[in-house]
């Protein structure tokens, strides 16, 4: 079983000669009415590679109807913030969250430092945050949930409490080896004490197990819920350092236990916009709404433009159990 790709992708492309003028990729979704809000992560400048999210509304047959010419969110180094990116979405109790990736030194990707003869900053590790999202006008920043001695990426709230507790996914890069229960970056569950709150009662989620994901996995979209369970697309990373798309079945009460994953990736870079780009051969989940009875996936592809895939909801559960 296969994405379908939207026939008109990419969906957003870069812009103009400043804050996106030079990429727009992994955006975050979350539909409400009739419409489909994204923020997306914009990149103006090689050199530094400091991110800011900007803002479309598309609908749901994915015509964009609004995309504003000013960014949506910056970075504020007031609170440590030198870039903003990776952001997902999610309708949680009533309110709009945003979770998002706070490097305190960004750089730029491999492949951009080898192309421009740029060195490697030094870095601290990259944590993430949260924010509320106030008519996609305000951000109400809560601060750095995830754990102080974490590498952190991929954080993603879930849509509803479960068991009464707020509960999160997350990527800490650097809990492998040691007394650690896995030895490569995977997926791991924990509760949230409140929003902004304290991570605990960490579980590993998911680890590598395939080819097509041996390096690395992360957690794409927030999950989404079904009657047989939570359904979480991920990414997973070959040590080819080819990006690609996955699925799993989480259990409703105990989402740290695994029901089912899909063998072969869901989506894979095979168009041109996925294969060449700022980071070539790359598909990156970050997005996705259900509309009637299918998904939508949004993915940024080569870490330059956005997409969109769809499959139906029935087909890709059927495909799982």
């Known amino acids: 079983m296969k994405l379908r790709r939207y026939s008109r992708n990419p969906i957003l492309k870069p812009r103009g000669e400043d804050w996106e003028a030079l990429a727009v990729f992994n955006c975050g979704a979350v539909k409400v009415g009739d419409k489909i809000h994204v923020l997306y992560r914009a990149v103006g400048d090689y050199v530094t590679y400091a991110s800011r999210l900007g803002y479309a509304v598309f609908d749901e047959e994915l015509n964009l109807l609004e995309r504003p010419c000013d960014p949506a969110f910056s970075p504020d180094v007031r609170f440590w913030e030198m870039s903003i990116e990776d952001p997902r979405l999610v309708e949680l109790e009533g309110e709009i969250y945003v979770t998002y990736v706070t490097p305190p030194t960004p750089a730029p990707p491999f492949a951009i430092r080898r192309r421009l003869g740029l060195p490697k900053p030094e870095q601290a590790f990259p944590k993430c945050a949260v924010a509320r999202v106030r008519g996609f006008k305000e951000f109400e920043r809560l601060g750095v949930v995830t754990p102080y001695d974490a590498e952190e990426r991929n954080l993603v709230l879930f849509p509803k409490k479960v068991n009464g507790r707020y509960a999160t996914l997350h990527r800490p890069a650097n809990w492998v080896g040691g007394d650690r229960p896995v030895d490569k970056p995977s997926v791991w569950f924990a509760w949230l004490d409140g929003i902004p709150g304290t991570m605990y009662g ?3 989620v998911l680890a590598p197990e395939r080819g097509w994901e041996a390096k690395k996995v992360g957690a794409g979209p927030p999950p ?3 009657e047989k369970g939570w359904i979480l697309i991920y990414h997973g ?5 080819v990006y690609r798309a996955g699925a799993a079945l989480l259990d409703l009460k105990r989402p740290w236990k695994v029901i089912a994953r899909t063998p072969e990736p869901i989506l894979e870079p095979e ?4 294969r060449e780009g700022d980071v070539p ?6 997005g996705a709404v259900a509309v009637d ?3 939508l996936v949004f993915y940024g592809a080569a870490d330059k433009v956005c997409c969109a895939a769809s499959v139906g909801l029935n087909e890709l559960l059927e495909d799982l159990l």
């Open 202 to 204: 960490h579980k590993v």
């Open 224 to 226: 989404i819920e079904t």
């Open 237 to 241: 990373v070959d040590e080819k350092e």
């Open 271 to 274: 168009e041109g916009y996925e």
């Open 281 to 286: 051969n790359v598909v990156f989940p970050t």
């Open 293 to 295: 009875e299918e998904l």
